[in-house]
């Protein structure tokens, strides 16, 4: 048992987040968000690090690391709030053709529970991956139809309404298609468990620097009780986080089910609750469009609708304790 | 990264898991909570059986008798003896957990050869007199006073949160020695054995009416100079030098107790109808269940965490006070479900028909030992903000 990363992983996630920190720094981060605004040359770049092929073994031209190395990739790329189709990449690298070095940009739809067809980050894709209970199609973005919309919640992850459930040609099994959910929500996580410690040193930094009354916010309790449940908030996420990623390479530890389901609960709640924390820190400026308080809450918005609900992940957690 | 035990793991967790089976099994029904001599014995008679088995004092350094064992093996052997219903470490808490530790980093060699391997066979019992009533959270600011007579220390004074007093034979005692000098300089840490004349315990009766705390009512006890760990005036640090030996497995006992608890709870919500239909099917319920047992996993996670940075050489600053906070709240969130499910027979802290009903109550108050002992939440999250954040004291 070592549930702490080792020395090269901590290289990985130190090269993931230097990375970031270089080519998508918070203004790239924005600009993803306008039309036509998706940076083909960046997204490159980010494939090349070998991140999208982490957890591919290296004849199939990945990396050769474990899912657990994939999914503190992703928590680097959370905190940094690195835009586009993080998880289909991922996902469909090693399984779809140029997805693996980013000359092929994929996007995904799950149809699991029904709603409105809304898809993350279509309009800059070239194929289109589309999961239910049978299994994995594709097809080609550009044969499906679908209205942009104007104004997308979170302003650095466009949406596009689908038209109509698009046909597709079957691309995998629904053992696949499980796999794919499994792992698919377990990345999402991993990025709101990395989201929730980007907000919360957003909002340490600017405690430190803000003062009222004449000394620093962030000496009041207050705030310090406030970004204390934050920071606690984002280590049970990322424990759990981690555990269901060590679990998806050592099955017989545990329920993956179970794992999985378990750290969107806490995932979520760290990135949203923390989020929300950032922007009440941050006073009125919080509540403008330029402070950068409400890219994260927004982003953990989007995360955490992906692959199941909270209440379903809180229903398979229940059921698996009652069960075991 | 592993969650799996490695081979020498594995063969430790066989091993222990054979002895445990046969040496459960030979122990007598426990005694009553409030008969105290009756628990010091079978405590004891449980701690001797570990002792003979070499694996009394298990995250001990071996050459002070322990076993000298990695915290991985520790948090094995704790998850085994939970799983196995072997008796915990019962009033023998002090003594292993924090001044037998403290003994052997600071202790004199008279002192180590006194006190360590009493207190790993069993034979001594050790209380905690550390909290005064007017020094909680500013501990620091303790006033029970020892002025130096001779070879003696002449101590008075009153502390509070004494656990295990009635039936210790030794108390870890924090004193002032130096009246002019405030806080955390003027402080000595003393061995204070129970049977000295001018020691006056009383019983501190918790919320779920608990008898394990004292008060104690200290008039002129003379504690020989001989009995100083650590250099006068230096107590403060003395008595948190067993800081480092913290490895993450500070909490796994009640962890395990609260994992059962929610087991409990889960059987109970199958098992009870209300309204033409079982509790368990009342979807508000199940999410919530669903919510609690994530973070249990989550805390599981945590703790292995914890225990895997212990065993690289200590643990990251603020991971014991996170841990801390988290799992109080979730034992509070517990026990607040707890009193849902079990609306009117809320009433009993007695079992009822068979059920852990009792048992239930007792754990949602029991939330506040883990939100109030040991440094409060709002402590914890002082720490926090300040030593791993960054953030300015306040003053």
Known sequence: ?????????????????????????????????????????????????????????????????????????????????????????????????????????????????????????????????????????????ADVLGNDVAHSTDPTTPVTILTNPPKTNPLGDAELARQWRQRGSLLASAQLSGNSSGSTLLAVEYAKEREQFGRPIGSFQGLKH??????IRTEVARSSVWAAGVTIDEPEVGSIDRAVAGARLTAARAATENAKTCVQVHGGMGFTWEVDAHLFLKRAWVLETQFGSIDDAAEIVADLYATR | MHLRDSDSDAVFRSEVRDWLRSAVASMPTPPLPDDWPGRRAYDGQWQRMLFDAGYAGINWPAEHGGRGATPTEHLIFLEESA??????????????????????????????????????????????????????????SLRTRAFRDGDDYIVSGQ??????????????????????????????????????????????????????????????????????????????????????????????????DTTNVFQE?????????????????????????????????????????????????????????????????????????ALRVLDRASLSMDDLNGEPTGELVHSKLHAFAISLGGGTTQIQQNIIAERVLGLPRER
């Open chain 1, 226 to 231: 406030l970004l204390a449940d934050s920071w």
């Open chain 2, 265 to 337: 709870l889960i059987g109970l919500t199958k098992s009870t109808s209300r309204n033409g239909k079982t509790i368990w099917e009342d979807d508000s319920i199940r999410r919530e269940i669903g919510i609690i047992g994530a973070d249990l996993d989550a805390l599981w996670a945590f703790t292995k965490r914890n225990v895997s940075q212990g065993a690289r050489g200590g643990m990251a600053m603020g991971s014991g006070s996170g841990f801390k906070v988290a799992f109080a709240t979730s034992q509070h969130r517990l026990g607040d479900l």
């Open chain 2, 159 to 256: 502390k509070i949160w004494t656990s295990h007093a009635m039936a210790a034979d030794y108390c870890e005692m924090l004193v002032r020695t130096d009246p002019n000098e405030l806080k955390h300089k003027g402080i000595s840490w003393l061995i204070m054995p129970m049977n000295l004349p001018g020691i006056d315990v009383r019983p501190l009766v918790t919320v779920h009416g608990s008898t394990e705390f004292a008060e104690l009512f200290l008039d002129e006890v003379r504690v020989p100079v001989a009995n100083l760990v650590g250099a006068e005036n230096d107590g403060w640090r003395v008595a948190n030098v067993t800081l480092s030996f913290e490895r993450g497995t500070g909490f796994v006992g009640e962890l395990l």
């Open chain 1, 1 to 141: 048992m070592d549930l702490q990363p080792t020395d090269d992983q901590a290289a990985l996630v130190e090269m993931i987040s230097n990375f970031s920190a270089d080519r998508f720094a918070i203004e790239t981060v924005r600009s993803f968000g306008d039309p036509n605004g998706f940076d083909r040359s960046r997204w490159t770049e980010l494939a090349a690090l070998g991140t999208f092929g982490i957890a591919v073994p290296e004849e199939q031209g990945g990396v050769g690391l474990n899912f657990i190395d994939a999914v503190l990739v992703h928590e680097a790329l959370g905190t940094a709030l690195v835009p586009g189709p993080l998880v289909a990449a991922t996902l469909a690298s090693g399984v779809v053709d140029g997805v693996i070095d980013g000359s092929v940009v994929p996007c995904i739809i799950d149809l699991g529970d029904g709603g409105p067809l809304a898809i993350e980050n279509f309009r800059s894709s070239d194929v289109l991956l589309v999961v239910d209970d049978a299994g994995i199609g594709i097809v080609e973005s």
């Open chain 2, 83 to 140: 799983a196995a219903k072997a008796p915990d470490v019962g009033v023998g808490f002090v003594g292993q957990m924090h001044a037998g530790p403290t003994v052997i980093a600071e202790g004199t060699d008279a002192q180590k050869s006194h006190h360590l391997r009493g207190i790993l066979t069993g034979d001594h019992v050790w209380c905690q007199g550390f909290s005064e009533p007017g020094s909680g959270s500013d501990l620091a």
